[in-house]
């Protein structure tokens, strides 16, 4: 080490980073025996303020470890994000009980405060983390997802066997948190202690809670009605992940921070106890320390219980602190996650905050090559691209395609082979017919009669991915070796 920017991650071999060559070998065992459409990198992060590092890492390796699965496997790859909006807001004690009460995000916000909240902190950064990837991303809200008849039956199926799930969704004490917040105030208890299963059948279950201030009330949960459903926090996992793996087109594969390790044991416990289905692969993330060995925590130092440990920078607490726009962070995150992916022994593992300071100073100023957004594309057209005879690439406007822009640069990838190019113009039109008889159907393909692209073009993206508008971007291929 000179000083300036040469730095070696240094790990020791581990037990899982001994019996694989590549990070995302993970997901290859359950890749060879269903064989899915796609894979679905599903991460979850709550919805309670601004986003420290871990969070970020986490996100981040979601989307890297789909560009490199797309890669290496030769599958369709997405990242879905799930926004807990059921977060604690607020919480109360109640003056006789003493028991806790809590109002979750989305009971003190509404759903129009939360699109806030996740346009504030998360869209731009995932728009970002799209671009530089390749691969596409979908988001949605727990109170979304709670509401879907699929969730809600999957919990109502858990509940015959509540006596014998209870106890590893609550080792201490059996008592299953099952949230059903108030219908006329939306508070609920938080740890369920007076709320009770009535009954339960094959149609749905009817429950009764008490309220503060409203007194006992009960609530009806089938698969129709609105009653909200919260869960605890393993609860709602073995639910999450039930549904998931019933889905024999595309695999989903968790993607969780490090401390998550821990916590599937119990929640595979709980799928040992229910019939029939095998939890979904679980990729654990890196994480983030402090000199003592424990998890980095932004709310322990708020509340001055602990001081910042040594290393830590004010971005990685809030990573809005970041001095850089949007895609400066990504960039670097991309940088970071991409050193640590590249081998199993430095994915497999934590980082201290130190640590995570001494690689981040040694890293290469972003100036000598331009940043980059990834798109893929089949081999019949990438070869058209590379030999600069195909100069329109042809999208349907989706939203992170909103500011391409002349200037921008392209890097189209067709596995392990890519080629960079620069925009120099963006047109945008409302049907494909418009957009191939104003460009010219031989500037998108050379080789290929109009009525025959449009029906190729027209197989590949379908009349609702039509309407969100047509993008002809005009691209001229910068020569040389690729860097
Ligand atoms: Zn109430």
């Known amino acids: 080490m000179n000083g300036t920017n040469r730095l070696e991650i240094v790990s020791p071999n581990n037990v899982l980073a001994n019996a694989m060559l590549r990070s995302v070998d993970m997901v290859r065992p359950r890749l060879q025996a269903t064989n899915p459409d796609r894979v679905a990198f599903c991460v979850g992060t709550q919805i309670n303020g601004a986003p420290h590092l871990g969070t970020s890492l986490v996100q981040t390796a979601a989307f890297l470890l789909a560009k490199q699965t797309k890669r290496a496997f030769g599958v369709d790859t997405i990242v879905r994000f799930g926004a807990l909006d059921n977060a604690p807001y607020d919480i109360q004690l109640d003056p006789e009980t003493h028991h806790a009460y809590q109002q979750t995000y989305f009971h003190a916000l509404g759903s129009d405060g939360v699109e806030d909240l996740l346009g504030k902190y998360y869209r731009a950064m995932f728009d970002s983390l799209a671009d530089a990837t390749g691969v596409d991303y979908e988001i949605e809200t727990y109170t979304a997802q709670q509401a879907d008849p699929a969730f809600r039956h999957e919990f109502l199926a858990t509940l015959g066997r509540l006596d014998q799930i209870r106890w590893p969704l609550a080792p201490s004490h059996g008592q299953v948190h099952v949230r059903l917040p108030c219908p006329q105030c939306g508070w609920t208890e938080k740890r369920a202690e007076r709320t009770r299963l009535i009954r339960t059948g094959s149609g749905g279950a009817d429950f009764a809670a008490v309220c503060t201030d409203h007194g006992d009330y009960e609530v009806v949960v089938t698969a129709d009605t609105s009653a909200y459903l919260d869960l605890a926090t393993l609860y709602r996992n073995l639910v999450k992940e039930r549904m998931a793996v019933r889905d024999h087109v595309t695999l989903s594969v968790m993607v969780k921070g490090g401390d998550w390790s821990y916590g599937c044991q119990l929640v595979d416990e709980a799928f040992a106890q229910l019939p029939g289905l095998a939890p979904p692969p679980r990729i654990f993330t890196p994480m983030v320390l402090t000199d003592t060995g424990a998890k980095l925590s932004k709310s322990l130092i708020r509340d001055g219980r602990v001081a910042p440990p040594p290393g830590a920078r004010p971005w990685m607490l809030d990573v809005t602190d970041w001095e850089g726009d949007t895609d400066d962070f990504v960039d670097a995150m991309v940088w970071l996650v991409g050193k640590m992916l590249a081998d199993p022994k430095h994915f497999y593992r934590s980082y201290t905050t130190a640590e995570l300071d001494k690689i981040m100073t040694a890293r290469p100023s972003a100036t000598t090559t331009p940043r980059a957004r990834e798109m893929n594309l089949y081999r019949r057209y990438f070869d058209l691209v590379a030999a600069g005879t195909k100069t329109i690439e042809v999208r349907v406007q989706y939203p992170n395609l909103r500011n391409l822009a002349a200037g921008d640069h392209i890097r189209?990838?067709?596995?392990?082979?890519?080629?960079?190019?620069?925009?120099?113009?963006?047109?945008?039109?409302?049907?494909?017919?418009?957009?191939?008889?104003?460009?010219?159907?031989?500037r998108v393909n050379p080789t290929s009669p109009r009525d025959q692209q449009l029906a190729n073009i027209r197989r590949i993206y379908g009349p609702e991915k039509e309407a969100l508008g047509v993008l002809a971007i005009e691209i001229e291929l910068i020569p040389g070796p690729i860097p």
């Open 412 to 442: 189209f990838v067709c596995g392990r082979d890519d080629a960079l190019t620069r925009v120099k113009r963006v047109a945008r039109y409302s049907s494909f017919e418009e957009m191939l008889d104003t460009e010219g159907p031989e």
